[in-house]
């Protein structure tokens, strides 16, 4: 698709829900806003979003999909199905792996007591 696993995560999201606040995307995504600047401005220069002010507080930055970077749904959708395929994996199997490192990433997140 031309895209790299950080942008192709920025697109899932945004599949999900656009526009978003750059701060609710990097939020989604675990990602520091300065982190996703880079990418978005990437991805703004293929066409794939554009980023404009939040109509709602102009003080935030809002990224949507272009024409472009919606009809790219289309192509993106036969990925997961290739993934699986190629794994050999099956679906309980890695919903169940999937689980596990949501959990490890949370654990991660908690602040450690000293």
Known sequence: MG????????????????PLRVSDLAQRLSLEPATLSPLLKR??????VSRDRDPRDDRALAVSLT?????????AERIPPAII????????????MRDSLTRLIAAAAEPSEP
């Not at 991805?43 to 794939?48: D, I």
């Not at 024409?67 to 192509?75: C, E, I, M, S």
């Open 3 to 18: 895209l790299t696993h950080p942008q192709y995560l920025v697109m899932l999201a945004l599949w999900e829900d656009s």
């Open 43 to 48: 991805l703004e220069v293929s066409g794939m």
């Open 67 to 75: 024409r472009k970077g919606a009809a790219a749904r289309k192509r």
């Open 85 to 96: 395929d190629r794994l050999g994996m099956s679906i309980g199997e890695l919903e169940a």
